[in-house]
């Protein structure tokens, strides 16, 4: 994120600003507990300018040392109509009201120059949360089954055209259905369906397992349907398709883009399970599966602190063997939670996390 020339609040003194300018159009953070300033950064700007790109993780960022606590502080003026959203230009001041930090924020606006013709504006989209086009992109090609009995629910390729074992784009493919096709698993001739092939599984630390990864393949077209037969024109296809590979509707990968980055209000511990790509190690901007979900009461945008254990050390006067504290080495937010998994971005990562970091509510 590019600096921002402006006048920086001392972490000692930070006068206040006339608020009356913003009373009609402001957004204020809601007033935080003594101390408070100690959550701002002592080189936070006193006003920021919102630019194309910026994420509401970054912005943040830019005033608190940790960016997951800014909607705790977020408080709605109801004279905005539509408060949650921050656009490019907008102009956000760090204020003190009544002896803690608070936001005002100045709408930004358009000006378009009169002339003899018809001017439309250009169209104006909010800053995200996080970099959208990263996690759907990766929710195009993955998604989550709650078990493997739900396999078993699923219609599946039996055959390729002319007897080919394996099909890509523009051929035609025969699958069968299943007794329990119906519902949302429903094929139905000229609809869209996808191609999936099974991932990897995902158990808790106690062997119980908490759902099945499928990998997107490609593609394909209802053509026509015989009793349990289904035929299939496959449109697009990232690799081939092979005999058992499942057929199943779209899924709704639509994500809200107007959620919070806010830790979670229960007190929840679990384990960073694996990178869908199937390395071990993981950095910032990666996606990550977790082992909790809705059912644990996540939601889109919920952050979690990533720890990594700390050393064993031998005792210089026993020798003993002893396990040094485990240290918080990085931050991930949910974005699409599933009944026992998660999907998360990692937001931020002090060291290289790895597959089996515990991870846990902020403190």
Same mark, same amino acid.
């Given at each position: ?79 905005? *109509?539509? /408060?949650?959203?921050?656009?490019? =230009?907008?102009? #956000?001041? !760090? ?8 936001? @005002?924020?100045?709408?930004?606006q ?10 439309t ?24 089954v ?52 099974? *991932?990897? /599984?995902?158990?808790?630390?106690? =062997?119980?397992? #908490?759902? !099945? ?7 394909a077209? @209802? ?50 399970l ?24 996540l ?44 999907y ?20």
């Open positions: 994120m590019k600096p921002h020339s402006c006048k920086l609040f001392s972490s000692i003194h930070r006068a206040p600003l006339a608020l009356g300018v913003f009373s009609v159009v402001g957004l204020l953070l809601a007033p935080m507990q003594v101390n408070a300033w100690e959550r701002v950064r002592d080189n936070a700007p006193s006003q920021y300018t919102v630019s194309k790109g910026d994420t509401l993780w970054d912005i943040a960022g830019e005033f608190l040392h940790s960016p997951w606590q800014w909607p705790e502080l977020w408080r709605v003026n109801p004279q905005i *109509g539509d /408060p949650h959203l921050i656009y490019p =230009g907008d102009h #956000l001041n !760090l204020d003190d009201c009544q002896g803690s930090p608070c936001i @005002v924020m100045e709408r930004g358009q000006t378009v120059k009169l002339s003899p013709q018809v001017r504006l250009p169209h104006r989209e909010a800053i995200t949360p996080l970099p959208l086009e990263t996690v759907r992109a990766f929710l195009r090609d993955h998604r989550i709650d078990s493997q009995d739900g396999l078993e629910e699923l219609a599946y390729v039996v055959a390729g055209d002319n007897q080919r074992l394996i099909s890509g784009a523009g051929d035609l493919i025969f699958a069968r259905s299943t007794d329990t096709d119906t519902g949302q698993n429903r094929i139905v001739r000229g609809e869209a369906v996808e191609i999936y092939r099974q *991932g990897q /599984p995902y158990q808790s630390a106690r =062997g119980e397992m #908490l759902g !099945l990864e499928l990998i997107k393949i490609g593609d077209v @209802v053509a026509r349907r015989e009793g349990d037969i289904i035929q299939l024109d496959v449109r697009r296809a990232n690799q081939e398709v092979r005999n058992d590979d499942l057929i199943l509707p779209p899924e709704d990968a639509t994500l809200d883009d107007n959620f919070m980055p806010r830790a979670p209000l229960a007190q929840l511990t679990g384990t960073l694996a990178v869908p790509e199937g390395v071990r190690f993981i950095g910032r901007l990666q996606v990550v599966a977790i082992d909790l979900g809705s059912r644990d009461g939601q889109p945008g919920h952050v979690l602190s990533i720890d990594q254990a700390g050393e064993r050390v031998n005792d210089p006067r026993t020798q003993e063997v002893l396990q040094m504290p485990a240290e918080e080495a990085g931050l991930l937010m949910v974005f699409k939670p599933y009944d026992n998994i998660s998360a971005l990692v937001m931020e990562a002090s060291r290289t996390l790895e597959v089996g970091d515990p991870v846990r509510t902020p403190r």
